[in-house]
């Protein structure tokens, strides 16, 4: 009951606030087109790859900041969901110990794991937050420009209404990450480390217990560490996942694979065909989140690409997860009053 009302107050507060220092500065103006979507060669979720059309849209230059989403938790006294305590009704499974306010968190392996079990490098932590990335005791001291984490999927969603702005659909993501660059395996072209220099924040060496660290940053990083896309656009790839609007189904082609014609701004499965079939007492639907982050690695998870994808229940709250924001109005510009 509690949860439940403060998801209500949150809802409120978002849409009776509103952010009033953002401007079109912030963002960028993707022209729209047509582009070849995911990939025949890759991860099986990414299949097949289609031509897909786009309208135009703007989109923010980076990931939603530490500051900025501090600005917003100010101005609007919202509570993300990993302060709130969880629901027994929801959670079925929960060890009631483990019933409280908190996050998953990364922690690295002291050796090689077994990699197909992720709660060797997972761990649910108690008053873990986004102002509180690993837990009791650590804060964002010199990470204001470093991505907010721990957003699920309706603190996400919370922050554009504020802002007066959305989530992008999973197109129209894919086509802003490529910046032009149509079929490239990267953001920034066809080789990994072009003249042996890193172009996004991910793992170096084997995952989960050893990280070489050689791109500068063993967790998160200033969100326009690295060069832009085609479209200037920073952190395409790596650093953190982050959400889209689109129910996740088991290819990005859900409800597309059988028209005709090249689809104009396709849209992913329902909300009933995004529960995952091997998880049936966790009735938690789940969005498709894009980009990769600085977890993933070669010899694990090779999704720093456009064409990756990867299902995410809406109620994670991760040290991995964060999010952007577009706009369809004319010039993306915001205004009140």
Same mark, same amino acid.
């Given at each position: ?15 009776? +606030?509103?952010?009033?220092? *953002? ?25 097949? !790859?289609?031509? @897909? ?13 530490? !500051?900025?989403? !501090? ?10 969901? /990993?302060?709130?305590? *969880?629901?027994? $009704? &929801? ?7 483990? +019933?409280?306010?908190?996050? *998953? ?45 721990? @957003? ?23 086509? /802003? /990450? ?5 079929? !490239? ?14 172009? /996004? ?16 940053? $063993?967790?998160?990083?200033? @969100? ?46 329902? +909300? ?5 079939? *091997?998880?049936?007492? $966790? ?42 924001? &577009? ?11």
């Amino acid at each position: 009951m509690v949860a439940k009302l403060l998801k209500q107050h949150n809802k409120a507060l978002a849409e009776t +606030a509103s952010g009033h220092d *953002l401007r079109q500065a912030d963002m960028v103006r993707v022209p729209g087109g047509l582009f070849r979507m995911g990939s025949d060669v890759h991860y099986k979720e990414e299949r097949t !790859a289609r031509d @897909v059309r786009v309208d135009g849209f703007w989109i923010e230059r980076h990931a939603v900041t530490n !500051a900025s989403f !501090a600005k917003f938790v100010t101005e609007t006294g919202y509570v993300t969901l /990993a302060e709130r305590p *969880l629901d027994l $009704a &929801i959670y079925p499974d929960a060890v009631p110990e483990l +019933a409280v306010p908190g996050a *998953l968190v990364f922690r690295m392996t002291d050796g090689p794991v077994d990699t197909s079990d992720v709660r060797h490098w997972w761990h649910y932590v108690p008053d873990a937050r986004w102002d509180r990335p690993e837990g009791p005791g650590s804060d964002l001291n010199g990470r204001q420009d470093h991505p907010v984490v721990h @957003v699920a999927f309706e603190d996400a969603e919370a922050y554009a209404t504020w802002a007066g702005r959305t989530l992008p659909t999973e197109a129209e993501w894919e086509f /802003a /990450a490529r910046g032009g660059l149509d079929g !490239a395996e990267f953001v920034w072209g066809n080789e990994m480390t072009p003249g042996g220099t890193h172009r /996004a924040n991910t793992w170096q060496g084997p995952f989960p217990w050893r990280n070489l660290e050689t791109d500068g940053w $063993a967790g998160t990083a200033p @969100v326009s560490s690295y060069e832009p896309n085609g479209y200037g656009l920073f952190g395409m790839a790596g650093n953190v996942w982050e959400w889209t609007t689109d129910w996740y189904g088991v290819t990005h082609d859900t409800n597309t694979a059988k028209l005709c014609c090249v689809p104009t701004n396709p849209r992913g499965a329902t +909300a009933d065909g995004s529960y995952d079939p *091997l998880l049936p007492r $966790a009735r938690i639907p789940r969005k498709v989140v894009k980009g990769g982050s600085f977890l993933c690695a070669p010899n694990y998870c090779r999704r720093y690409r456009p064409a990756a994808r990867q299902p995410q229940m809406v109620d994670s709250a991760m040290s991995d997860i964060g999010f952007r924001c &577009i706009s369809r109005h004319r010039n993306g510009v915001v205004t009140h009053g």
